[in-house]
Every structure is written in structure tokens, then in C-alpha cells.
């Protein structure tokens, strides 16, 4: 007895390849005020595709279902793969999301718009808050910026001179400020009107003083008075409209000098008074 056998072949076709999955998040590593819309696609030629996963940081993985969204400034990593239908994993892959949607603030808090100053430099100080604040630039320069306080020390080289302040953050906002001051290069002049200056005389002496700075302005007026051979005493405030009185004999000196606004001090100047009654 004969049998015919008859055989069957069949192909079988492996998978070991992982799915691939892409985005559709145009600023992947580059600062946008826009809030984040991102589309995950996964593809898988052999058995498909069975899940896509993602977290933002380090939160937990989760099953993507539909487009991530993110709209609060700050930077963020988000991070996603699939898996196929057999148990392939793609490689793990990033996309880096940084939104900044307002520049920074920049204040300058010294010295104060209108300011008279002096001397040969003068310090800018303000403050400057941005949560991806970058740089602050003084009249174009790189200042110091600690815990949000900028400081920079500009020459004065002008009468009139503007004081800038640049902020910038890392999404390429920036914001200014800007002050006035005013140089004063000058310092008080104070005069007196005793007429009997070194010269022997038997009335008492009566002097005014009057102090004058054409820029910042008088602040204060300062004198004393001593006798010849002595140790001449601290000076004291002088108010304006006020008389200084000698009314006893002897060889008395008076200095007197001011201070403006700006702390510029003029050289002391010295009366010599001298009273003798009998002469």
C-alpha cells in the first residue's frame, strides 16, 4: 500500500527592530514665548506599535493618549519612547521645552535721576529680576549681579551724563533704564563782610557769612573761633542770616568754610580779629 504525503511549509517573520516615534515641537531646544503644543507619532513595521509612554522631568511615566501641553514659562524636558506588539523598547528620547514669555525688570536705584555727583567715577546701582535673567549691561558694559542687585562704577568725564541699565534673560527679552546727573565739578565759595581783617580795632566785631554753589547747592556752612596761640576748637554749624560776635579784648582768629551737596569741601578760610578797646 502506497500513501501520498504532502507537506506544508510556513514563513515565520521575527521582530526585533523597536518602533520609532517623532514629534511635532518646532522649538525643541530654543526659547519661545509660546505656549508648548507637542503631537507624539509612533511607527512600527512588524507587529506595530503597542504604546507610547512620556514624563515631563522627573515625574511619572505616563501612556500618551493626546498632545502635551505646557503653558508656563520655564524650562522643561520631556522625555518619551514606544514599545511594540512582541515587548521592543526604542531608545529613550528628550525634547527640551523652554517657554519665557516676559522680559526682565531693571531698575536703577542709585544715584537718582536729577542727581548732582562729583569726582572722577560714580557707582550705579539697581536691581534686576528675571527668573532666566542672563546679564545686566551698565551704559553698555557688563555689570556685577548678585542675588538680583546689579552695581557698576561708570567715569564722569561730562557735565550732563545718562546712566543706562540694560536687562536681558536667556529668551532674548531685554528692558532698560535710564537717570540724569549732573557733574559738579565746582566747590562752595564762602565769603565774609568783616572789613577789619588783621587790623587792630577797639569795637566789637560783627560778621555774616555767605556761601554760594551754583550747581548742587549749599549744605552746610561750618566755623570757629579761638584765640591766638590756642588750640583752635571743633568747628560748629553756621545758619544762615547769622551774627558772629566777638565783644572781648584780645588777638582772635575765626575759619569758616562750606560743603555742597555733593560733599565738595572748600579750603577753610581765616579772619584775623583784632580788638583792643583802649587803643
Known sequence: TSRNESMVS???????????????YAY??????????????????????????????????LEYRRPIDIRKEGKYTIEYYSTDKVGN??????IAVWIDQAPPAVKITSPLNGAYVSGKTIEVRGNASDTFLSRVLVNGQLATVAGGNFMFTVPLAQEKIVLTAEAF???????????????????????????????????????????????SGIQATYYRIYT????PPAFVSYDSGQTIT??????????????????????????????????
Open 10 to 24: 510556513r514563513t515565520i517573520s521575527r521582530d526585533i527592530l523597536p518602533p520609532g516615534t517623532d514629534h511635532d
Open 28 to 61: 525643541d531646544g530654543a526659547w519661545t514665548q509660546e505656549n508648548a503644543h507637542i503631537t507624539l507619532s509612533a511607527l512600527d513595521a512588524e507587529s506595530g506599535v503597542k504604546t507610547t509612554y512620556y514624563r515631563e522631568g522627573n515625574e511619572p511615566v
Open 89 to 94: 523598547e526604542e531608545g529613550h528620547r528628550k
Open 169 to 215: 534673560d536667556e529668551g532674548g527679552h531685554q528692558s532698560g533704564d535710564s537717570v540724569n546727573v549732573i557733574l559738579d565739578a565746582s566747590l562752595p565759595v564762602t565769603t565774609d563782610d568783616y572789613a577789619f581783617d588783621n587790623v587792630w580795632v577797639n569795637q566789637d566785631a560783627q560778621i555774616r557769612l555767605t556761601a554760594i554753589d551754583p550747581d
Open 228 to 231: 591766638e596761640g590756642t588750640n
Open 246 to 279: 566777638i565783644d572781648q579784648e584780645g588777638k582772635w582768629m575765626v575759619e569758616y568754610y562750606s560743603v555742597d551737596h555733593v560733599g565738595g569741601t572748600e579750603t577753610p578760610h581765616l579772619i584775623s580779629v583784632f580788638l583792643d578797646r583802649e587803643n
